[in-house]
C-alpha cells in the first residue's frame, strides 16, 4: 500500500496560531487583563512556552514512535482557542492504517502520556516552588483539581498550609498542572484514547468491554464526586451558589463521558484490531506502569469554584 505523502502546511499554522493564542491566554494571566500590544502578548511567554512543551513532546512522541514503526501517522493538528482557560484544546494526531502489531501500537499509545510527563514534571516542580502561599480571599475563586502526584509535590515543595491559606499557581505552574491534567484525560483506558491503545495492547480485544464498562461508570462518578463535596458542605450549613459549585464539581466526567459516547457513535464501538502478535515482556512492564499513571494522575474534580 502507498504511504501517503504528509502535508506539514496546516499542522505548522496551527502550531504557530496555538503558540499566539497561548502567549494571549498567558499575558492576560500575568497582566490580570487582556494584552493591547506586543510588549503585553510578550509576557504571556511564562505560561505558554512551557505548556506547549508539554504538548509538543506528547504529540510527537506519538509522531515519532509511529515512524519508528513504519505506521503511517499525521502530523499533530492543535486547536488554538484564545478565549479558552489555556488558550488551546490540545491537538488530534491521527493513525491512517492499522496497526500491524501490538508492540507497535502500545509504544505509539505510550510514547505520548510518557514524554509529555517528562516535560511536565519539571515544569510542575518548578512552578509550585515558585508560586506564593497567600491567604484565601473573600471573593469566589477558582480551585484546580488535585491528584496524589500533585498533593505530594505540594506537599514536599511548601509542607502543611495554614488554615486559610492555599498555594497560588503562577502561570508556569498553571502550564505543568494542565500537562498533568491533558495526560490523566488521555489515559482512560476507552476508545482510541492514549490510555485505550495501551490497553488494548495489553488486553486484547477484551479491552473493548473494559471501554463499555468505563463509559458507563463515568456518569457515576461524575454524581458520587458530586456528592462527596456537596452532602459535607450540606451538612455544614452551606447553600446557596456555593453548594450549587460544590454539587456540580465532578460535572467534567459527565461532559467527558457525552465527548466519547459521540466518538464511539463516529468511529465506532470497537478498538481496531491488531494482528494476532505477543506483547513482549519489557512493553507489558511499560504498559502497566503506564495506566497506573491514571491512578497517580487522576483529579476527582477538574477544576472548581470555590
Known amino acids: 500500500?502507498?504511504?501517503?505523502?504528509?502535508?506539514?502546511?496546516?499542522?505548522?499554522?496551527?502550531?504557530?496560531?496555538?503558540?499566539?493564542?497561548?502567549?494571549?491566554?498567558?499575558?492576560?494571566?500575568?497582566?490580570?487583563?487582556?494584552?493591547?500590544?506586543?510588549?503585553?502578548?510578550?509576557?504571556?511567554?511564562?505560561?505558554?512556552?512551557?505548556?506547549?512543551?508539554?504538548?509538543?513532546?506528547?504529540?510527537?512522541?506519538?509522531?515519532?514512535?509511529?515512524m519508528y514503526h513504519r505506521i503511517d501517522v499525521s502530523p499533530p493538528y492543535f486547536i488554538p482557542v484564545p478565549f479558552f482557560l489555556l488558550g488551546t484544546l490540545g491537538a488530534v494526531i491521527q493513525m491512517r492504517e492499522r496497526v500491524r502489531s501490538r508492540n507497535?501500537?502500545?509504544?505509539?499509545?505510550?510514547?505520548?502520556?510518557?514524554?509529555?510527563?517528562?516535560?511536565?514534571?519539571?515544569?510542575?516542580?518548578?512552578?509550585?516552588?515558585?508560586?506564593?502561599?497567600?491567604?484565601?480571599?473573600?471573593?469566589?475563586?477558582?480551585?484546580?483539581?488535585?491528584?496524589?502526584?500533585?498533593?505530594?509535590?505540594?506537599?514536599?515543595?511548601?509542607?502543611?498550609?495554614?488554615?486559610?491559606?492555599?498555594?497560588?499557581?503562577?502561570?508556569?505552574?498553571?502550564?505543568?498542572?494542565?500537562?498533568?491534567?491533558?495526560?490523566?484525560?488521555?489515559?482512560?483506558?476507552?476508545g482510541q484514547l492514549d490510555g485505550g491503545h495501551v490497553a488494548y495492547a495489553l488486553l486484547g480485544p477484551r479491552q473493548n468491554r473494559v471501554s463499555q464498562i468505563v463509559l458507563r461508570l463515568l456518569p457515576f462518578v461524575a454524581v458520587i464526586i458530586g456528592a462527596a463535596y456537596a452532602v459535607p458542605s450540606y451538612l455544614q450549613g452551606v447553600r446557596g451558589d456555593r453548594l450549587t459549585y460544590d454539587a456540580a464539581a465532578g460535572m467534567h466526567w459527565l461532559v467527558w463521558a457525552v465527548v466519547l459516547w459521540l466518538l464511539t457513535r463516529a468511529t465506532g464501538p470497537d478498538h481496531p484490531p491488531t494482528e494476532p502478535t505477543e506483547l513482549s515482556p519489557r512493553r507489558h512492564i511499560v504498559g502497566w506502569l503506564t495506566l497506573s499513571l491514571f491512578i497517580l494522575l487522576f483529579m476527582p474534580s477538574w477544576i472548581r469554584m470555590q
Request: glycine letters at 10%; hydrophobic letters at 55%; one cysteine or more.
Open 104 to 190: 507497535a501500537l502500545l509504544d505509539i499509545g505510550a510514547a505520548g502520556p510518557l514524554c509529555g510527563m517528562f516535560i511536565a514534571l519539571p515544569v510542575v516542580v518548578y512552578g509550585i516552588a515558585t508560586s506564593p502561599v497567600q491567604p484565601l480571599p473573600e471573593a469566589e475563586y477558582f480551585v484546580e483539581g488535585r491528584s496524589i502526584l500533585y498533593l505530594g509535590i505540594l506537599y514536599l515543595l511548601k509542607g502543611p498550609i495554614p488554615e486559610g491559606y492555599d498555594v497560588f499557581l503562577t502561570p508556569t505552574a498553571l502550564a505543568g498542572w494542565a500537562g498533568l491534567l491533558i495526560t490523566m484525560i488521555n489515559l482512560l483506558p476507552f
Open 1 to 66: 500500500m502507498q504511504r501517503r505523502k504528509t502535508q506539514w502546511g496546516l499542522p505548522l499554522v496551527l502550531i504557530a496560531l496555538t503558540f499566539l493564542s497561548t502567549f494571549y491566554v498567558g499575558a492576560a494571566q500575568v497582566l490580570e487583563r487582556p494584552p493591547s500590544s506586543i510588549e503585553d502578548l510578550a509576557s504571556g511567554w511564562v505560561f505558554s512556552i512551557p505548556l506547549m512543551a508539554i504538548l509538543l513532546a506528547h504529540e510527537f512522541g506519538h509522531f515519532f514512535a509511529g
